[in-house]
């Protein structure tokens, strides 16, 4: 598969931005039966001639058979379903141009609810004490794995929150995020969500 994948960018590359390579290399896993959940994110290289896109890391979220066997301990996520009359709050990260939901890992000393009101601010500029955060789900499939071009290969462990602004708060915009925005159900259809959090979205906002 790697090596697919490399060749499959190598013909890409010069030819389209790395957001558009990571969309194609979506859509030409799609139609294989074993790899329909995979996000690769590409980055460009300014330093060296032209630009080189390489991945940084690549997101599965599927079978565990299918997914890559891990190299190292699972790493614990939290991230929060924010909504305001009935919109979903989520961010475009700046690494990936994929929207996600706003969160993060969690830290050696900390719980999901102190990570998640930590990434809260960090990302968002908000201060909402944790204890304000309703716990809703804890995804621990196997298969929900990270692979970074270091070699390291993490399993995902998300605890997800859920908190519900009366009004749209004024936020600011963190530098790894490029954009924020609250969407109805009907336009995430027409988005482009992580891998990692498409699954989270359908269960825990559009299907309620």
């Not at 058979?65 to 699972?74: E, F, N, Q, V, Y």
Request: one cysteine or more; glycine letters at 6%; hydrophobic letters at 35%.
């Amino acid at each position: 598969m790697e090596t697919t994948i490399r060749k499959i960018k190598e013909t890409l590359k010069n030819d389209f931005s790395a957001s558009e390579v990571n969309s194609i290399i979506r859509i030409i896993f799609g139609k294989l039966k074993n790899y329909s959940q995979v996000d690769i994110i590409m980055h460009k290289d300014d330093s060296d001639n032209g630009g080189i896109i390489m991945a940084i890391v690549t997101f599965y979220n599927c079978d565990p058979k299918d997914a890559p066997k891990t190299t190292m301990p699972a790493h614990l996520g939290a991230n929060a379903i924010f909504t305001c009359k009935g919109k979903l709050l989520l961010e475009k990260r700046r690494d990936s141009d994929i929207w996600g939901m706003v969160g993060g890992g969690c830290k050696k000393t900390e719980t999901g609810r102190d990570a998640i009101a930590r990434e809260t601010y960090e990302e968002l500029g908000i201060r909402i004490h944790k204890d304000k955060f309703e716990k809703l789900a804890v995804y621990d499939n196997p298969g929900r794995i990270a692979a970074f071009k270091d070699g390291s290969i993490w399993r995902m462990v998300i605890v997800v929150y859920g908190y519900d602004f009366p009004e749209e708060p004024q936020m600011r915009i963190s530098s790894e995020s490029k954009d924020l925005r609250f969407f109805t159900k009907e336009e995430l259809a027409d988005i482009e969500i992580a891998v990692t959090h498409r699954d989270i979205v359908e269960q825990l906002f559009l299907n309620r």
